[in-house]
């Protein structure tokens, strides 16, 4: 389980983040929020990236700060920037990235051709990352982020440009980890996660403003789809 208490992060004069907190258990839980919500910002720190001004992150009930490398070795990211190497081959990436995290050179193999077939990438791995498509770029960073069976997911914006085919692609993904995993998906692309999200966060200006189930919120704004509550909440200040 990840807790998340009374977390803030204050940059210089402005308060990226207000006492944000809230608790998840296996399953999917989008991130919902217009650009410069906090919700990158909310990711960072959960990753580790950054230091909070106040509150705390609790995996277990233990802080992340204290179990140190434990915490890093069951987590997985991947970022709304595509961090590839574009010469790699898929598989010489994902080799590389499994190396990094420490993982037995004599399971490297292995494990690089599990994630590939979790993601459906285990045909493309001899293809040099430059040649692959936009959702062919997600799969394989999703495939980076599984490598050492990672118990917490975390994908910002991880359909950023996908066409709408590739963004079905990536949700069967997702919805087939979510039985073992936890995944939190920041996004403002309400279509990507309505069907699949166990729960739903809806953080405005740094702060958690709403959070439940989609029909609990679609019963609480009296609404049919999950995009009119979040128009509700968000206001002129929206981007779906």
Not at 50 to 72: E, R, V
Request: glycine share 8%; charged share 25%.
């Amino acid at each position: 389980m990840l807790e998340v208490k009374d977390l803030s992060k204050q940059y210089k004069d402005v308060l990226a983040l207000n006492q944000v907190s809230f608790r998840l258990e296996e399953g999917i839980y989008a991130l919902l929020g217009p650009n410069g919500s906090g919700k990158s910002t909310l990711m960072n720190l959960i990753c580790g990236q950054l230091k909070a001004t106040s509150g705390d992150i609790l995996w277990n009930n233990h802080s992340i700060q204290k179990l140190g490398i434990q915490y890093y070795q069951l987590l997985g990211y991947a970022p709304q920037q595509q961090g590839l190497y574009e010469e790699m081959t898929g598989l010489r990436f994902l080799t590389y990235m499994a190396l990094l995290k420490d993982i037995r050179q004599n399971e490297v193999k292995d494990e690089v051709q599990r994630v590939a077939g979790l993601v459906h990438m285990e045909s493309h791995l001899y293809k040099k990352c430059r040649t692959y498509s936009g959702g062919m770029k997600q799969r394989i960073l999703v495939a980076q982020a599984l490598l050492g069976q990672p118990k917490l997911l975390l994908f910002d914006e991880p359909t950023a440009g996908l066409d709408p085919k590739e963004r079905v692609s990536l949700r069967q993904v997702f919805q087939e980890l979510s039985h073992t995993h936890i995944l939190l998906i920041a996004t403002h692309v309400v279509s990507d996660v309505e069907s699949i999200a166990k729960e739903v966060i809806f953080l405005k200006q740094g702060e958690v403003v709403n959070q439940g189930s989609v029909d609990d919120l679609l019963q609480q704004y009296q609404k049919d789809f999950l995009e009119d509550v979040y128009l509700e909440v968000f206001g002129d200040d929206h981007d779906v």
